[in-house]
């Protein structure tokens, strides 16, 4: 009975206050273990963490295209979906005749590309190999990166320099598809043609070669004036600037404005900002006029390439230069350029060079050069 009561008693009386003491001890001694078992907790995400951060140093994140929504509105109206049109077959198999398995691969990525981000609605798209993707990353972290600011009106890759922070990886990087030409060497002391010379870039890489002399032509003043600045940094003795543009007939022509996408040929899908009237003649009147023993011509002039050939037809037919000729800007310039060297009887072989940049279209060269005779 006495056991009973007392037990009893135990569960409405404070207990002894060396029983207290010694439970609490018991909840401090619980609570330290607690506190050391989420630090080492806090130990081990932060060390997770620093693996996380190393494997994305170690592994850079994959390179996707991200829609370009200018780029995909300019090729929309300027090429449409070729794929799709009539005499698309022909025009393809005419194309690809004589050229190498590197060409044709190249133009079947660019017309695969296209269709799939014109009909895609996706913001990114995974298209790139993984070699693209190396190269890309190659770019991100060894080219853009390496471009110095001097001053206000002085920037600097490797021993380039220009008056405007402007270097586009095809032209320093990629050097205008130029390592893919095979009689290269032929142009070493000859004369260079640069037409669509912008604000001077190509021109550096093209004194590489050791020309003669090379022949730049800029129409837009504004460009005229940084390609002259380019020549005077870079101390360029040996290049003729030119503030007229090549065309089919000598006289005026306007130019659209709009940077480096300035040209004669009204583009749809660009924001022009402005219209200015520029002289213009054609090479043949040009080369009459200065005996220019030519062993390369390249030629940028944002969809106006064919106007430009109609007036240099008489100088390409008697020299046969090297042709660096860009055929991006349209679908007819992309199918049709090469089929109108060919008709000319020339002898030329041709290749398509498209380095591999972020943009789906743009820098696609056509490659032409004569090779029994060298």
């Not at 056991?3 to 207990?15: D, G, S, T």
């Not at 050939?309 to 800007?329: D, M, N, R, V």
């Amino acid at each position: 009975m006495w056991v009973k009561f007392k037990n009893f008693l135990k569960r409405f009386l404070p207990a002894p206050a060396r029983t207290f003491n010694s439970q609490m001890q018991m909840v401090f001694q619980t609570m330290h273990e607690l506190q050391n078992s989420i630090q080492s907790l806090n130990d081990k995400q932060e060390s997770i963490r620093q693996d996380i951060n190393q494997v994305k140093n170690d592994i850079p994140n994959k390179p996707v295209y991200w829609k370009n929504v200018s780029e995909r509105e300019i090729v929309r109206r300027n090429w449409g979906d070729v794929c799709e049109q009539e005499d698309f077959k022909d025009r393809f198999l005419q194309l690809i005749s004589g050229l190498d398995g590197d060409s044709i691969t190249t133009i079947v990525r660019i017309l695969s590309r296209q269709k799939k981000y014109l009909d895609s609605d996706s913001n990114q798209l995974d298209i790139y190999t993984r070699e693209e993707q190396e190269e890309l990353r190659s770019q991100k972290d060894h080219f853009k990166k390496e471009v110095f600011k001097v001053s206000d009106d002085v920037y600097i890759y490797k021993n380039y320099l220009l008056p405007i922070n402007h270097f586009e990886a095809a032209v320093f990087c990629f050097r205008h598809g130029l390592d893919q030409v095979k009689t290269l060497e032929r142009v070493k002391g000859k004369d260079i043609i640069d037409v669509g010379g912008f604000i001077g870039d190509s021109v550096l890489i093209f004194n590489e070669l050791l020309p003669n002399r090379i022949f730049t032509f800029e129409a837009l003043p504004e460009n005229y004036s940084l390609l002259q600045k380019t020549l005077e940094l870079n101390k360029l003795s040996n290049t003729i600037a030119e503030n007229i543009a090549l065309g089919a007939d000598s006289g005026s022509i306007k130019m659209h404005v709009a940077g480096s996408s300035t040209s004669s040929v009204e583009r749809p899908g660009i924001s022009y900002s402005s219209v200015v009237e520029v002289p213009v003649t054609t090479l043949d009147d040009y080369v009459n006029k200065h005996i220019a023993n030519i062993g390369l011509i390249k030629v940028d002039i944002e969809g106006a390439e064919q106007t430009f050939l109609a007036g240099a037809k008489k100088t390409i037919y008697e020299q046969k230069p090297i042709l660096l000729i860009s055929i991006y800007h349209n679908a007819n310039d992309f199918f049709e350029i090469k089929p109108l060297l060919e008709s000319w009887n020339l002898g030329y072989s041709f290749s398509i060079h498209k380095p591999p940049i972020r943009k789906i279209t743009s820098e696609t060269l056509l490659i032409a050069e004569v090779l029994d005779s060298w």
